[in-house]
C-alpha cells in the first residue's frame, strides 16, 4: 500500500501529480476545518510535505505518532521545527537551490518596473485613459543611485545588473565587505539619503524587523523609490503606506509582506505601488529542480536508504534572503 503523507500547502502542479503517483496524498489546505482534518488522518500520516514558507511546528509534530520525515519544497527558514522533530528522531529535509540569480533578477526587474512605471501604465493602456491624456512619465535608472540593504548574493546580482541600466550602487549592511567595490554607507539612513532607490536584501532577523522604518523612508526622500525583496517584516509596513499617502516617497515595489498573503487595501488602491506574490523564486527552472529534489527525499526514505538532503543547522550571516 502506498505510505499516506500530509501536504501542507499547494505546490507547482507537476510535483503533485508525482506525489500523488507515489503516495496517498492528504491536502490540509483544502479541508474547511484543518484542526478535525488533521485528527482525522493522524494516526496513518508518516511523512509532511510542506513549503519554506508555511512550515511545520511543533504543535503538529506532536499529534502525527507515526510521523517518519518532514519534506520542505524550498528551504525553512525558521518555520519548520527543528528541534521538535529531533527530539522525536524525524529527519527534515530540504531542496537546496541556487535562488540569488532569479531573486535578483526580479529585485532588478521590479525596480525598472517601478521607477518607469510599467505596470501603472499598462493599466493606463488598458482602461483606455490613453485616448483622452498623456501618460505620467517615469524616472530613468541612468546616473542614479541604488542603496542595496544587504549586500550578499541577492544584493551583488542585483547591484550587477542595474549598474548594466546606468545606476551606480552603494550598500549597508552590518560590516564593510572587503571584496566590494562599491561604497559602504554605516548605518541605513544614511544610505538612504544619498539613494534614489533603496532595494532591501537582507534576510529577517530580530536586529531587521523595521529596519525600514519612517526615519529611514524619509531620509530617501519624495523622489525616492523603495524595492523589498527580502522579508514583509523588515519593511515597517505602516510606515511605509503612510510615506506613500503623503507622498513623501514617489513609489514602491513589494514581493513580501506582513501578512501574506494579505496585502492591505491602501496598498492595492495606489497607482505608485508594484505589489507581487512573493514569486522572488517562483520560476519553472527552480520549481523542478526542487520536486525533483523533494521526491528524491521522500523515495529514499521510503526505500530504507538515507535522505539526501537533511537540514543542517548552521550559522546566520546577514547578507542575503536565500
Not at 491536502?27 to 513549503?51: I, M, N, S, Y
Not at 528524491?296 to 530504507?304: D, E, I, Q, Y
Amino acid at each position: 500500500m502506498k505510505p499516506e503523507i500530509l501536504l501542507t500547502a499547494p505546490i507547482y502542479a507537476p510535483v503533485l501529480s508525482a506525489l500523488e503517483h507515489d503516495f496517498i496524498v492528504h491536502k490540509l489546505w483544502q479541508a474547511a476545518d484543518r484542526e478535525k482534518f488533521l485528527g482525522d488522518v493522524a494516526g496513518a500520516v508518516r511523512a509532511v510535505v510542506t513549503t519554506g514558507l508555511v512550515g511545520f511546528q511543533g504543535r503538529y509534530i506532536d499529534r502525527l505518532p507515526k510521523l517518519e520525515l518532514i519534506a520542505c519544497f524550498g528551504n525553512p527558514r525558521g518555520t519548520v521545527d527543528l528541534a521538535g522533530a529531533e527530539k522525536r528522531g524525524i529527519p527534515v529535509t530540504n531542496t537546496p537551490d541556487g535562488i540569488s540569480p532569479a531573486v535578483a533578477e526580479l529585485a532588478a526587474g521590479m525596480a525598472v518596473a517601478l521607477m518607469r512605471r510599467i505596470c501603472e501604465n499598462d493599466r493606463f493602456v488598458r482602461a483606455g485613459r490613453w485616448l483622452q491624456t498623456a501618460p505620467r512619465p517615469g524616472t530613468t535608472l541612468i546616473g542614479k543611485t541604488c542603496g542595496i540593504v544587504g549586500l550578499g548574493q541577492i544584493g551583488r546580482g542585483t547591484a550587477a545588473r542595474l549598474e548594466a541600466f546606468g545606476m551606480k550602487v552603494g550598500y549597508h549592511g552590518p560590516r564593510r565587505k572587503d571584496d566590494a567595490g562599491y561604497p559602504y554607507f554605516e548605518d541605513v539612513e544614511s544610505l538612504a539619503r544619498a539613494s534614489d532607490c533603496l532595494i532591501v536584501a537582507c534576510p529577517e532577523r530580530p536586529e531587521t524587523r523595521g529596519l525600514i522604518d519612517a526615519r529611514v523612508l524619509d531620509a530617501l526622500g519624495s523622489d525616492g523609490f523603495v524595492v523589498n525583496v527580502a522579508r514583509g517584516s523588515v519593511v515597517d509596513e505602516q510606515a511605509l503606506i503612510a510615506a506613500l499617502r503623503d507622498k513623501r516617497i514617489a513609489g514602491a515595489a513589494l514581493d513580501v509582506y506582513w501578512d501574506e498573503p494579505r496585502v492591505p487595501s491602501e496598498l492595492v488602491g495606489m497607482d505608485n505601488v508594484v505589489l507581487l506574490p512573493h514569486i522572488g523564486s517562483t520560476t519553472r527552472e527552480i520549481r523542478e529542480e526542487r520536486g525533483r529534489k523533494l521526491l528524491a527525499n521522500l523515495r529514499a526514505h521510503f526505500a530504507g536508504q538515507p535522505v539526501l538532503n537533511p537540514v543542517v543547522q548552521r550559522g546566520r550571516g546577514y547578507g542575503n534572503r536565500d
